[in-house]
C-alpha cells in the first residue's frame, strides 16, 4: 500500500504560481513512477505529467510545458509539481498517483494509488 497526500493548492490570480506537493508513504517510494493528474468541472480526468525515479520527466498536455515542472525528491517521498503563469483554464482537482504501469495514461485504481486531489482555482 502507498498513502499519498497532497498539499498546495489553493486560489490564485492568472499569472501566479503554485507549488503542489505531495508526499508518500508505505511502500518503498523507488518502485513507482509518479505523476500528476488533473480533472476540471464537467471534464474527464487527464495526465498532466509523470516522472520516473532518476528524474526522466514527460508532459502529457501541450497547453502546460514552459509553465509547470515536475520534480521529485526521493529522500523525502516526495513529488513536486510547480506550474507557474497560472490560466484560469488550469483550474482543476489535481491528483498525485503513484504506480508501476509504464502507461500513465492508463493509470486508474486499479493499477495505481491516487491522493484525495487538491483544488486548484486561477481567477481571470
Known amino acids: 500500500q502507498v498513502q499519498l497526500v497532497e498539499s498546495g493548492g489553493g486560489l490564485v490570480q492568472a499569472g501566479g504560481s503554485l507549488r503542489l506537493s505531495c508526499a508518500a508513504s508505505?511502500?518503498?517510494?523507488?518502485?513507482?513512477?509518479m505523476g500528476w493528474f488533473r480533472q476540471a468541472p464537467g471534464k474527464e480526468r487527464e495526465f498532466v505529467a509523470v516522472?520516473?525515479?532518476?528524474?526522466?520527466?514527460?508532459y502529457n498536455v501541450d497547453s502546460v510545458k514552459g509553465r509547470f515542472t515536475i520534480s521529485r525528491d526521493n529522500a523525502k517521498n516526495t513529488v513536486y509539481l510547480q506550474m507557474n503563469s497560472l490560466k484560469p483554464e488550469d483550474t482543476a482537482v489535481y491528483y498525485c498517483?503513484?504506480?508501476?504501469?509504464?502507461?500513465?495514461?492508463?493509470?486508474?485504481?486499479?493499477?495505481?494509488?491516487w491522493g484525495q486531489g487538491t483544488q486548484v482555482t486561477v481567477s481571470s
Open positions: 516522472i520516473k525515479y532518476y528524474g526522466d520527466s514527460t
Open positions: 508505505g511502500r518503498t517510494f523507488s518502485y513507482y513512477a
Open positions: 498517483a503513484a504506480s508501476t504501469s509504464p502507461l500513465p495514461g492508463n493509470w486508474s485504481s486499479n493499477n495505481a494509488y
